[in-house]
T-cell receptor, first 114, second 109 residues
Framework: GAGVSQSPRYKVAKRGQDVALRCDPI?????LFWYQQALGQGPEFLTY????????KSGLPSDRFFAERPEGSVSTLKIQRTQQEDSAVYLC????????????FGPGTRLTVL | KNEVEQSPQNLTAQEGEFITINCSYS?????LHWLQQHPGGGIVSLFM???GKKKHGRLIATINIQEKHSSLHITASHPRDSAVYIC???????????FGPGTRLSVLP
């Protein structure tokens, strides 16, 4: 069956541009997570949705980062006025439930800000 | 916040060698996950374990809940095992993960 998909796979942005990253979770999965993974490091939590509700956004590094999941399925992570330090792989994961159960990861979007 | 450490950070092995990757964490948990990340970013879940040992093919994962330590072993390593291996534990609220920094494994033919 289809797994988690993300688009685009690669994005190059000029500093100051806005970008939007898309995540299509596994159909029926209620939980959706966004992570940021800098080069050579493990993923770092950004934000978490249960259905359309954003239950935790404590990991978003600044108010330039915004995530939404308006219909409880597809999610978009938006970064405004991108900075070089935003360069990273942005991973999306979904889970059928919350509570530390298995998360299924997408392939990630590699963002490079020049 | 649960702090997760892994060792070694980088590991190079010859094909056929037995490999061990270690993970330790600071706060007691109900279960720990081992993940495999290939170049290009895709992450695959290998194991979720809460006690004892699990085996899947050439991969073995063990956990000692009292010592807050887990190990991932690869027997008869192969170049296709080359990847970053990450351990992850639930955060304080149990709804999300805290990830270790990863161990980069290269298996040479």
């Amino acid at each position: 069956g289809a797994g988690v998909s993300q688009s685009p796979r690669y994005k190059v942005a000029k500093r100051g541009q806005d970008v939007a990253l898309r995540c299509d979770p596994i159909s029926g999965h209620v939980s959706l997570f966004w992570y940021q993974q800098a080069l050579g490091q493990g993923p770092e939590f950004l934000t978490y949705f249960q259905n359309e509700a954003q239950l935790d956004k404590s990991g978003l590094p600044s108010d330039r980062f915004f995530a939404e999941r308006p219909e409880g399925s597809v999610s978009t992570l938006k970064i405004q006025r991108t900075q070089q330090e935003d360069s990273a792989v942005y991973l999306c994961a979904s889970s059928s439930t919350s509570g530390g159960n298995t998360q299924y990861f997408g392939p990630g979007t590699r963002l490079t800000v020049l | 916040k649960n702090e997760v450490e892994q060792s070694p950070q980088n590991l190079t092995a010859q094909e056929g060698e037995f490999i061990t990757i270690n993970c330790s964490y600071s706060v007691g948990i109900s279960a720990l996950h081992w993940l495999q990340q290939h170049p290009g970013g895709g992450i695959v879940s290998l194991f979720m374990l809460s006690s004892g040992k699990k085996k899947h093919g050439r991969l073995i994962a063990t956990i000692n809940i009292q010592e807050k330590h887990s190990s991932l072993h690869i027997t008869a390593s192969h170049p296709r095992d080359s990847a970053v291996y990450i351990c992850a534990v639930p955060d304080n609220y149990g709804q999300n993960f805290v990830f270790g920094p990863g161990t980069r494994l290269s298996v040479l033919p």
